[in-house]
């Protein structure tokens, strides 16, 4: 009996070979920590530990989660219209500058009600404008936006750099870094929203950003799988010249999917500056652009995928940070290798298993009815 | 005068080492991009390439088993780039951004995990590294009016791996421009089926060009390491990958501009450092970080067609499926 | 071994040479598709053989198959009386048999005389190889009046210098054999003569060349003897001097002339779509719409029949907004059209005027989307299926399902992708779409392409009842027997340019063969009297 004839069904590509293809990132991360001379077993033990064994690292868990899932949906947007946002990270860092910028114009006047939606406003604003200049180029000019994202990545920490350095610095303050926001510019940390609330939980960074971050989960579903304006994206994405005919203009949505992009990235700075450094820094975004490559691959572009990826993350960064601790052997890095082998497995080699997993399945279901066969 | 010429002639001669790995990566870029595979994974490589030679060198003492190692393990990496992208047509990009962060996070790891330096390797004794090299009467013939200070200051006293980054131009031109590969190479990032139909093998001339782009990062990576610095130090490629790539689309994909594009980027960099600090009259003070990010800048300019156009090779980044 | 060979080849006598190509029994399937059935194929050495044939007859799978792009599912091929399995392109180029693509294989940034070196250099530097090259291409323009500069830079050439360095190409591997592939097809006439000097003084040269084509005038201006192919078999051959294109075009479109007795439309209507002098060229500058003027009146069918690439596509796609027509104008509903006044497929759209695109795979459907998405592809923005932000889901989800039952697409499940339909069953959620919405003009290119027996009749009787409500349709088809079964009226495309105009009712199929493959005008003439 040739194997063509039993076919393998949708869930299996669908739902295995992801699995499948984390689990050979994950397996290869753990024969180097074996290379290094650790336990694996007891490496993910700690890990876990390190991320949910009390209700502060909890707080730190959800906290990086929050970050990965601004990046995570802002790769993923680009994705579903076939574009490729490399430069989440330099789009969080500029929609940052906004944010730090409108919070230092305002926090002496404006309450916080007023401030929340200005922030929010700056951190999208900014993001999407430093998203705009690849996105036109790319649309009208034909430029490369892979190319493009990766150098406004370089020019943005340039950017950063000379402004912190030069410009914005507190006067007397050795780093470069702003003043303090005054609290009309902090967003509530969720230890003080619990004990408004008359529960006590221990301090972490973690803040109300994260609701944010999954409304935002919500509307980008809307937007991509429920409006007319997700429709001609998608279009797009999976096919140009029927974009054409159905009166769709692709340039025009690739500039707008990119500024969307752009703004959701920019979104790093509400948690990261108004929620907890509470002043504008140098490389706050900490590579989370990047991560959120990762994250987009792994949760498939879907929001709830990516809220799942998310998690995954920030539980590594934050059960990594704890590991490196409790094994210095260990350093906080390893989660980065674990992430480059994700993008690796999830996205390059995504096709891969399949054909492994294919055969695999034909293998037990040819078995399963031959011994079904033999039985009657 | 004589000091603002000297000042020119160091200004130069920190061009050029800053300019070497950027050199190497371009044309390494070039032999992959030519056969039609993007490599965003240079950087990746070059980091890669800088921790192996470091730490072979810090182990064994010997420069040049440092160097060799340095280029299997970068050789690797373009074979797993070629694996992804080649075997299973995977995404080119994607498959670059991941060696790109896996070597980011393994460097350190093991750095960490073997030497326990916070990412450093040991620092190297001087027989462990590729040291400056005399040329022939350098003190004698600097005294000679300015053509002296050149052949002394800016020529003479580099390290071997410099040269070799400059013999690398006209060799990658030679092999671009002057052999059968070179022909193969050129016509297949254009046209894989013209290739396909002549009776050549696509995949073969493809694994070809990533392999020796592999080499030559090695060469780059260990420069870092083992010639300019003495160890290795986490994250020590700092994007220099990355402007290797945007003096390669800055020299349209052609060895000779890309060299100079190299040298460009290369001087930009040493006048920003020379000039940190310094008040220029009536414009005041030079923003540094304004000349770092020139060479990105130029590059976004160039690709939006505004000087030129930079045309990539035809079939970059499509992987090559035979027509059915 | 030798005795059978000779048994077979029996027409020819003891003593001659073994015939350059010999093809035996040679079969190949694509899944359902029976490109090529039992094909048995002889070429004289030294001889120009045409094979003609009507689109998707079989041929270019042949020639695949002959050059090693394609391996046969049975049969047997001798080149110069030995058999040779042929795998690989380089298995067929060290057999002697050179292809000229109807795209050519040419690296567009190389001169003619790297092009002409690739993949068979003469060392491992370049340097020797070119100088070789370059005497060896001296040679052959010599022989064959074979002149192309060989430093020109390909991508600058003209089409028809391209081709010859395509087949200088060939013959710089000691192709003795050349297969050429709609040569013509890309050419201007004076072109296209230029060719045929060429290939007359390669055969003098004993070189030995097959040309598919569908133009009947070009075989019987160049060739020695003809096959032609219908549906995957080869049906006749013929010493070219012993016959005409009259017979080779009955022979193409087959002898079953059968009638179509469809109720033609007796009472047009106005003139809803009336093209005036429309030009358009192409990225590249090839004019692929060439001064086409006509009407298209309410109520009445007109049908586009020509060989495919003749420039219908373009005309749908200029006149249903997707391109833009660099000279001439349209008028369509009231709404005058012109290079100052564009058009865009949402305005078309907004005028009733809808199109059934070609192309299903890449543009009438988005294969990833559910039915249901790809039943509202064009028609997103429209005000009922829109409820505030939204696309209203559920009701777009029952049109689909009302849509899928009126149009009879199996299964009836808008929550399938598109993709998972058959051909016949994607092709009537695209009519069904663009049909629902009542359009008072309909654009419809290859209706039927790929679509089984059953869904044509439907698809067929959908179009005549659109039309018998008073819809004025343009219908583009390659396939005769459609354009005949519907038409009230044909007009034939060939080389962009309307080449022949006549009444749907009686139409003669012969004729329209003719005017279809560019036969002489007499002929063509001689035949519309009769």
Known sequence: MKASHVSVPAWVTIGVVPVVNIAMALFLSGLIILLIGENPIDAVQLIFIGAFGYDEAIGYTLYYTTNFIFTGLAVAIAFHAMLFNIGGEGQAYIGGLGIGLAILAFDHTLPFWLMLPIMLSAGALFGAAWAFIPAWAQAYRGSHIVITTIMFNFIASALMVYLLVNVLVEPGNMSPETREFLPSGHLPFMHEVFAWFGIAITKSPLNISIFWALICCVLLWFYIWRTRWGYALRTVGHSERAAVYAGIRPQRVIVITMCISGALAGFVGINELAGVQHRLLLNFTAGYGFTGIAVSLMGRNHPLGIVLASLLFGILYQGGAELAFEMPKISREMVVTIQGLVILFSGALAYMSEPWVARAYTFVALGLTQQRAGEA | ?324 | MIASASQVSGSIAQGDPPPAIELRGIDKRFGEVHANRNVDLRVAAGTIHGIVGENGAGKSTLMSILYGFYEADAGEIRINGRPLQIRSANDALQAGIGMVHQHFMLVDTFSVLENVMLGAESGAVLSRSKTLARRELERLEQDYGLRVDPDAVVEELPVGEQQRAEILKSLYRGAEILILDEPTGVLTPQESDQLFEILRSLKERGVTILLITHKLREIMDLTDFVSVMRQGEIVAHRRTSETDQKELAELMVGRSIEQHDVNRSHTPGEAVLAVKNVSMRDAKGVTRVDDVSFEVRAGEIVGIAGVAGNGQTELLELLSGIRPLDSGSFHANGRQVTPQNPCSPKDMRRLHVNHVPEDRHRLGLVMPFLASESSILGYQDRGRINKGLALDYPLIIKDCAEMMRVFDVRPVDPMLRSSNFSGGNQQKIVLAREMDKEPTLLLVGQPTRGVDVGAIEFIHGQLLSMRDRGCAILLVSVELDEILALSDRILVMFEGRIVGDVAGAGADKKQLGLLMANASPDAAESEAVS
């Open chain 2, 1 to 324: 005068m004589a000091e603002s010429y000297t000042f020119v002639l160091l200004t130069l001669d920190a061009a050029l080492r800053v300019a070497t790995p950027l050199v190497l990566c371009a044309m390494a870029g070039l032999l992959s991009e030519r056969s039609g595979i993007i490599d965003i994974s240079l950087e990746g490589k070059l980091l890669a390439g800088a921790f192996v030679a470091g730490t072979v060198a810090a182990v064994t003492g010997s420069a040049w088993l440092a160097l060799l190692t340095a280029m299997v393990a970068t050789a690797l990496l373009s074979l797993l780039h070629g694996f992804a992208c080649i075997t299973h047509r995977g995404n080119q990009v994607v498959s670059g951004l991941a060696i790109n962060i896996m070597v980011s996070g393994l460097t350190v790891v093991l750095g960490i995990a073997w030497f326990a330096r916070g990412g450093q390797t040991p620092s190297l004794q001087a027989a462990a590294r590729f040291m400056p090299i005399e040329f022939p009467l350098a003190e004698t013939l600097r005294a000679v009016p300015v053509l002296g200070p050149i052949y002394t200051e800016v020529l003479s006293g580099h390290n071997l791996l410099v040269y070799v980054a400059l013999a690398a131009v006209p060799f990658v031109y030679w092999v671009v421009y002057k052999t059968r590969f070179g022909l193969r190479l050129r016509a297949v990032g254009e046209n894989p089926q013209a290739v396909d139909t002549a009776g050549i093998s696509v995949t073969g001339l493809r694994y070809r060009g990533v392999l020796m782009c592999g080499l030559l990062c090695g060469i780059a990576g260990a420069y870092l390491s083992i010639a300019q610095n003495a160890s290795f130090v986490r994250e020590m490629s700092a994007g220099q990958g990355y402007i290797a790539l945007a003096a390669m689309i800055f020299g349209k994909w052609r060895p000779l501009p890309a060299l100079g594009a190299c040298l460009m980027f290369g001087l930009l960099d040493a006048i920003a450092i020379r000039l940190q600090g310094v008040e220029i009259e009536g414009f005041g003070e030079v923003p540094v970080q304004l000349i770092q990010a020139l060479p990105y800048i130029m590059t976004v300019v160039l690709l939006a067609g505004f000087i030129g156009k930079a045309v990539a090779p035809k079939a970059i980044g499509i992987p090559y499926v035979k027509e059915r």
